[in-house]
């Protein structure tokens, strides 16, 4: 009988070829049994398909490449979970390059955790690249703030975590509303605790992260979650039955004087005025998302009347 599988890593991938080539590169690598894991690629309507990047790695590592019209990336992290084999879903994305050891530590983890979602460290691949730094250095408070300093782990972004395959499936997934990559992983995190299902952290699971910006991207991205942010705290206010909050102040001071205790150098006040102007792009994404909601808010209540 074939060996049964321990991990279905799930990438979802769109138009971004060379990137998900070396995504897939890193995974060749892996110090990990290949009998026991399986890789599922969902190419998310890209323009040409991703076959060209994913078939010559099938005689590498046990890859297979599922393919669906554009649907966001938490259609796509569906689709792959769905069809995955594994006992465990390990999501990671395609500008994402795991260590070496990666499964290793994620196999720790859920032998010590296996009910948990686990959720692993992922750093900067681009350290020369200033937006880049201080978008993963916003990452790395907020696993500050609201795994350690709440006294709880409650977060993890969904390009490193792990989660128990038939627990993820009983929630349904990544909630689809979310069409963008901005807070579907936060939301599922938070629906995740509200079943009473535990996290934990595994800082030792390592990737790299390869996501290359400029100042334009780095508002666009950063705009985009504060429309996540709405619609995640929609969201949330629904299922808990209350009203929309969001962090005290001292949230954002802290947060804005971060760069400055991380040993940067000359580059610590420059990141501290990307943290800002991140937060200015949030609130305006928050707000425009906000306004744009307005109508269908209002038509279902005249519709309910």
């Not at 005689?59 to 995955?84: D, E, K, M």
């Not at 936060?186 to 996290?199: Q, T």
């Amino acid at each position: 009988m074939p060996t049964p599988l321990t991990f279905s890593i799930i990438i979802p991938s769109y138009c971004r070829p060379q990137r998900l080539n070396h995504c897939l590169k890193a995974i060749a690598q892996l110090d990990y049994p290949r009998d026991r894991f399986e890789v599922v690629v969902v190419d998310d309507g890209s323009d040409p398909p991703l076959n060209a990047v994913v078939d010559p790695w099938k005689s590498v590592i046990p890859v297979r490449l599922i393919r669906q019209a554009n649907a966001g990336p938490a259609a796509a992290r569906n689709a792959g979970a769905f069809q995955a084999r594994g006992e465990f879903l390990v999501f990671t994305d395609d500008d994402c390059a795991p260590a070496v050891d990666w499964l290793q530590q994620l196999e720790l983890q859920t032998k010590q955790f296996p009910d948990h979602l686990i959720g692993g460290r992922t750093l900067n691949a681009l350290a020369e690249n200033l937006y880049s730094t201080a978008s993963q250095f916003l990452i790395d408070y907020l696993y500050e703030y609201y795994n350690v300093r709440l006294g709880q782990v409650t977060f993890f972004a969904s390009n490193n975590f792990a989660v128990p395959a038939a627990r993820f499936r009983e929630l349904g997934g990544f909630d689809v509303t979310f069409p963008l990559a901005a807070g579907e992983d936060r939301e599922f995190c938070d629906r995740w605790l509200h079943h009473r299902h535990a996290m934990a952290y595994a800082p030792e699971m390592q990737i790299n992260h390869a996501h290359h910006l400029s100042l334009a991207a780095f508002w666009r991205q950063h705009f985009n979650y504060g429309r996540g942010a709405f619609h995640f705290h929609q969201v949330r206010s629904q299922r808990q039955s209350e009203p929309i909050w969001v962090e005290p102040l001292m949230f954002y001071w802290n947060l804005l004087v971060y760069p400055l205790a991380q040993d940067q150098g000359w580059q610590a006040p420059l990141l501290s005025g990307l943290f800002l102007l991140s937060q200015v792009a949030n609130v305006v994404g928050f707000f425009r998302q906000k306004r744009q909601s307005l109508p269908s808010s209002s038509a279902n209540l005249a519709g309910s009347a």
